[in-house]
């Protein structure tokens, strides 16, 4: 459960940072309304997955999951674009979360 809790916390949180955008400093309500709810119940599950799963491993991998699905969504809803540059720098995020969770011993499985 401690990893679908981390999922849901990371969707939440994908979610409402998509939805910032839209909040026009938050005076359109509906956006607003969204991102409140949003980075809510992304800290709610954060913290349920915390009672397992050390912080920092936990952070690492919302952090790094986070940057690329937030890119994508601007992408795909904004239509902004990366260069060479940023792809790399995500495709090592990605990376540097994939060796944490092989690799490590902190990691709780």
Not at 32 to 40: A, D, K, Q, R
Not at 76 to 95: E, H, N
């Amino acid at each position: 459960m401690n990893w679908l809790y981390l999922s849901i916390a990371i969707i939440s949180e994908v979610i409402a940072t998509s939805a910032l955008k839209a909040t026009n400093g938050f005076s359109n309500l509906v956006p607003s309304l969204i991102v409140v709810f949003g980075y809510g119940l992304a800290f709610f599950f954060l913290s349920l997955t915390l009672k397992t799963i050390p912080v920092g491993i936990a952070y690492a991998v919302w952090s790094g999951a986070g940057i690329v699905l937030v890119s994508l969504v601007g992408w795909l809803v904004y239509g902004q674009r990366l260069d060479i540059g940023a792809i790399v720098g995500m495709a090592l995020i990605v990376v540097g979360v994939i060796v944490l969770n092989v690799f490590s011993k902190a990691v709780g499985h």
